[in-house]
Nanobody
Framework: QVQLVESGGGLVEAGGSLRLSCVAS????????MGWFRQAPGKEREFVAA????????YYADSVKGRFTISRDNAKNTVYLQMNSLKPEDTAIYYC?????????????????WGQGTQVTVSS
């Protein structure tokens, strides 16, 4: 079992920044992929970014490339999502997930452990 707890969401104006954190506990060694997904009201969950624990390889959705940065701190079992230049369309619940890394890590089906989500709201 892997437990994931996200934090760092909130309300920010367009152009602002937020940093999300995801602390992993349990059998984290069994999962090499950590991803961030988001879901806006009335929309399907979509991939945001992924990172491989072992070598730090990162992948991003085109919509956030250049604005968001995913990183990890192996010693703290924590993954971060630094979000800059936020737009109203970034408003969503953001979920952290753990799974087995395949390809770009951008498919929700690769992940079998999910956090409870943290709300990010960007005002215009």
């Amino acid at each position: 079992q892997v437990q994931l707890v996200e934090s760092g969401g909130g309300l920010v104006e367009a152009g602002g920044s937020l940093r999300l954190s995801c602390v992993a506990s349990g059998r984290t060694f069994a999962r090499d992929a950590m991803g961030w997904f988001r879901q806006a009201p009335g929309k399907e969950r979509e991939f945001v970014a992924a990172i491989r624990w072992s070598d730090g390889s990162t992948y991003y959705a085109d919509s956030v490339k250049g604005r968001f940065t995913i990183s990890r701190d192996n010693a703290k079992n924590t993954v971060y999502l630094q979000m800059n230049s936020l737009k109203p369309e970034d408003t969503a619940i953001y979920y952290c997930a753990a799974g087995i890394f395949t390809g770009r890590g951008d498919y929700a089906g690769l992940y079998d452990y999910w956090g409870q989500g943290t709300q990010v709201t960007v005002s215009s």
